[in-house]
């Protein structure tokens, strides 16, 4: 079975930068792409950046310029380096991956809590 873990949330100061870290397990098949989403109180999940290769990337126009997603393959893992947070990205972060089989199937983690406040 797929799972998926994040790690690296916590409080954060406005300004300050973040590394978000995700490892993914039970993979029987090729991961096409893995990335993040977050979800904001009250608000719905939304991109945040995702990546196939180090060439096809997806940034969010909130967070671009300011967010860089990476992989490593042979770990599984997929990371997330935010700078000069804000407020706004206050939210809960979720690691996903794509794993192409005989279907595509998507896997989703628990999330983890990114609190910005001074």
């Known amino acids: 079975q797929v799972q998926l873990v994040e790690s690296g949330g916590g409080s954060v100061q406005p300004g300050e930068s973040l590394r978000l870290s995700c490892a993914a397990s039970g993979i029987r098949f090729g991961i096409t792409r893995m990335g993040w989403y977050r979800q904001a109180p009250g608000k719905e999940r939304e991109l945040v950046a995702t990546?196939?290769?180090?060439?096809?990337?997806d940034y969010a126009d909130s967070v671009q310029g300011r967010c860089t997603v990476s992989r490593d393959y042979t770990r599984n893992m997929v990371f997330l380096e935010k700078d000069n947070l804000k407020p706004a990205d206050t939210a809960v972060y979720f690691c996903?991956?794509?794993?192409?089989?005989?279907?595509?199937?998507?896997?989703w983690g628990q999330g983890t809590q990114v609190p910005v406040s001074s």
């Open positions: 996903f991956l794509l794993e192409a089989g005989f279907r595509v199937d998507e896997y």
């Open positions: 990546i196939a290769n180090p060439t096809s990337t």
